[in-house]
């Protein structure tokens, strides 16, 4: 019989058996070579008593490894079902109670790695549901402008006019891409920001000039006001990206001849940035839900948009130990100001 097939109930009976003819052996020895009956008395009870605390111990220690063993059972159950843990049993042997404290923490580091996958799970869900209601519009335009100059007959004045439609839908659809493009990449770790000493009158003028030909369009001025000896550590890239963004939101929102004013000011720790634009404000309600991916007024479904340049441009900062703050009244504009580092 293979030692590591025997159960630890027959090798405990074993062992008992064993004991029992061996101190047996040496009783009938001793009587032997004494030739005293007394002597064997004495042996034979000592034996008992040596058998029965034995077998008390052995029962005691079968107990306890069992109850070890069915707690042990019960927490893998549970790490298997993702349950809640079970209570383990820390006042067991020594070597045992080891084994409880090192599986205790491997429950918990499993649980909460299950945790994450499924917020992660669930954030993907949201990212697929917000996709596709975004570009469902979008597609389902292209189709009926496709359908219409596939089966109907016009002149090429409308044609142009169709065709122009279908180009805004996919240069929507285009930027909606590179948006999620970034947004994910940033998100997943696949870019990371490369903070470098730089002057940030060139990271600002890279962000205007994404601004000038829709602003200069609607007839909005434009004033800054941004030192040019202005240098500290930031991703100029990004953050001209993050900067563009919220700009943009400025030109789309801020009536015609209305305002814009950057204004940069040095801090004691940060670098602030202020945004202010002379647009249609922001209701004290919405503002704190105004950064989250495809949020839109109702308000302001009118106007071209997806929702995701403040979101995108939030994660650029706040990526670089920096915030932003917005302050805003309905119908007298607003100002997002951006706080980004010194060091």
């Given at each position: ?29 001793c ?8 002597f ?79 917020e ?8 697929v ?23 109907r ?11 122009q439609?279908s ?84 030109v ?29 404000g ?19 479904h ?15 900062v706040?990526?670089?130990?920096g ?21």
């Amino acid at each position: 019989m293979k030692l590591q097939n025997l159960s630890i109930r027959r090798f405990l009976l074993i062992l008992a058996v064993g004991v029992t003819i061996t101190a047996a052996c040496l009783i009938a020895i001793c009587c032997l070579m004494t030739g005293s009956g007394i002597f064997a008395l004495y042996g034979a009870l000592l034996t008992a008593a040596m058998f029965v605390w034995g077998m008390v111990f052995l029962k005691f220690f079968q107990r306890k490894l069992t109850e070890f063993t069915n707690s042990l059972c019960r927490t893998l159950d549970g790490m298997v079902d993702g349950g809640e843990r079970p209570q383990v049993d820390m006042e067991a042997e020594t070597s045992l109670a080891r084994v409880s404290h090192r599986l205790e923490r491997l429950y918990n580091i499993m649980q909460m790695n299950r945790r994450k996958v499924e917020e992660e799970k669930a954030e993907l869900q949201i990212l697929v549901s917000d996709i596709s209601h975004q570009t469902k519009t979008s597609i389902a335009n292209l189709k009926m402008i496709n359908d219409t100059l596939q089966t109907r007959k016009m002149p090429e004045e409308k044609q142009q006019e169709f065709l122009q439609v279908s180009g805004s839908q996919l240069d929507k659809l285009d930027f909606l891409i590179q948006a999620m493009v970034k947004a994910s990449r940033l998100e997943t770790g696949v870019i990371t920001l490369e903070k470098k000493q730089a002057r940030f009158t060139e990271t600002l003028t890279a962000a205007l000039n994404g601004i000038l030909a829709p602003m200069e369009k609607k007839q909005i001025s434009l004033s800054v006001d941004c030192p040019d000896s202005f240098s500290f550590l930031h991703d100029s890239r990004w953050t001209a990206e993050a900067l563009y963004n919220i700009l943009d939101n400025a030109v789309k929102y801020t009536p015609a001849c209305g305002s814009i004013r950057v204004t940069v000011k040095e801090w004691e720790m940060y670098f602030k940035i202020d945004i202010t634009d002379t647009g249609k404000g922001i209701p004290e309600k919405e503002q704190a839900a105004i950064f989250k991916r495809f949020y839109r007024e109702d308000a302001v479904h009118g106007i071209d948009g997806i929702g995701i340049g403040l979101y995108l441009a939030r994660e650029i900062v706040t990526m670089q130990g920096g915030y932003i703050k917005v302050s805003s009244v309905s119908g007298a504009g607003s100002t997002f100001s951006v706080f980004l580092p010194k060091k």
